[in-house]
């Protein structure tokens, strides 16, 4: 029997594996994985503990084992052939599916400017090794790009006793994910743990000395990492003739255009009722989509409706979003002894939350405002910026409504 084949063994493709089972699929599951290691986290990446790069695996090989997934590790899928059926693997194997999950992630958007080779990225285990290798206290770094991931790097960096720099072509960084607010705080402690910041910059070339600015100044870096984001991981199916944009495109059903080919994780741009398609890239999307993947491959038809989510982690600061705010969307703040809370209001509703603080502290609360937005309440604006309002009661007594 072919049974459903995942290519793509990172969070997505692994988690999709293990779901099967969990719904009651008994059929073969074939997962394959370009990466020559078990699969693994690659949060802990921008994250390293102690100032060592981690592997923190996402299951063990018995555990795969026994599970009945058959994992083949370090090898690509360089062809789709949807009519056959078939997936042609780099080291010559031929493996047909009935059902097939494309959970091929994402790769890091390269520098076009003379020296972009001289960067390093920040994607896989591979990298961080290579870069944590190259810094450590008194040498100096330029970061490339202030997002999540580039911002991660600098307080991680700043910990080790890295002078960083930051160039960010907008006029701030942190501006694609995070509602201003949080944005500018987390900025501003950037500052005061002595990050250089070079805004609203872009680089003309990477050399010897460091990153040659379009303004003519030149950032003095030892080290020149990557961080400008990333482009969903699309060859195999393009190249299948699967629709194809700002990554795969899928129905509200993660279903490509293929019958029986799914897609999910950081590779899919999914349908939404409202028109278009959205692809995120966090760890919980990945898994969540995974997961309405399985249950649709074996029958239990129903469409993708998570509600986004994702974490940073910057210095001592915790950094939490759950769904999508929008610069339109009334905000209301709730202050904390160690945070501050928004939420977001669409004509009354609630449809998003944020929240910044000291480590973990406001994980509890980021949670039951998910659970809120699910529950799609109205809360009266005064109240719910009153931290003495308890969000679990609130949530009790909608659904007692
Ligand atoms: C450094 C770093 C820190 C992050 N921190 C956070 C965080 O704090 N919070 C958060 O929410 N998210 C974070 N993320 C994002 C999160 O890790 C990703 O959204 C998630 O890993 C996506 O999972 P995925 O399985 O869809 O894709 P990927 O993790 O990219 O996995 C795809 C896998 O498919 C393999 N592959 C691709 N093509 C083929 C092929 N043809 N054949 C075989 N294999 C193939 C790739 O090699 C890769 O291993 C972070 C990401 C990085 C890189």
């Known amino acids: 029997m072919s049974g459903i084949v995942i290519v793509g063994a990172g969070e997505c493709g692994t988690r999709a594996a293990f779901a099967l089972r969990e719904t009651g699929y008994s059929g073969s599951v074939t997962l394959v994985g370009a990466e020559p290691h078990l699969p693994y986290e690659r949060p802990p990446l921008s994250k390293p503990m102690n100032g060592t790069v981690q592997m923190k695996l996402i299951c063990a090989e018995d555990v795969l084992r026994a599970a009945g997934i058959d994992y083949i590790k370090g090898v690509s899928a360089s062809k789709l052939d949807v009519d056959a059926r078939t997936v042609l693997l780099t080291d010559g194997r031929l493996l047909p599916f009935e059902k097939l999950v494309l959970a091929t992630g994402a790769r890091p958007r390269k520098l076009g400017c003379p020296g972009a080779e001289r960067a390093l990225d920040l994607r896989t285990h591979a990298d ?234 406001l994980a509890k609360d980021i949670k039951l405002s998910e659970m809120l937005i699910a529950a799609g309440v109205r809360p009266d604006p005064a109240a719910l910026a009153d931290a003495n309002l308890n969000l679990k009661a609130l949530l009790k007594s909608v659904r007692a409504a």
Request: hydrophobic share 45%.
């Open 128 to 361: 961080a090794q290579a870069l944590f290798a190259s810094v450590g206290p008194g040498r100096s770094a330029a970061i490339i790009g202030g997002g999540l991931i580039g911002m991660e790097l600098a307080s991680v960096l700043r910990g080790k006793g890295v002078a960083v720099s930051v160039i960010e072509a907008a006029p701030k960084p942190l501006g694609r994910a995070v509602p201003p607010r949080f944005a500018a705080k987390l900025h501003a402690r950037h500052i005061a743990e002595g990050v250089d910041f070079h805004l609203d910059r872009g680089v003309s070339a990477i050399n010897d000395d460091g990153v040659l600015l379009t303004d003519g100044n030149i950032v003095r870096a030892q080290v020149v990492v990557s961080a400008i984001g990333v482009m969903p991981e699309i060859t195999l199916a393009q190249d299948a003739a699967l629709a194809t944009g700002n990554g795969i495109l899928t129905d509200t059903h993660l279903r490509t255009s293929a019958a029986d080919i799914f897609a999910a994780g950081d590779c899919a741009a999914v349908s939404q009722p409202g028109g278009g398609h959205i692809r995120f890239e966090s760890w919980r999307n990945a898994r969540t989509q995974a997961e309405t993947a399985a249950r649709n491959m074996i029958g239990s038809p129903e469409a993708f409706a998570a509600i986004p989510w994702f974490w940073s982690d910057q210095y001592d600061l915790g950094l939490q979003v759950a769904g999508l705010p929008q610069p339109e969307h009334q905000s209301v703040v709730r202050r904390y002894d160690d945070g501050e809370l928004e939420f977001y209001l669409d004509g009354g509703r609630l449809v998003a939350a944020a929240g910044l603080g000291f480590g973990n502290a």
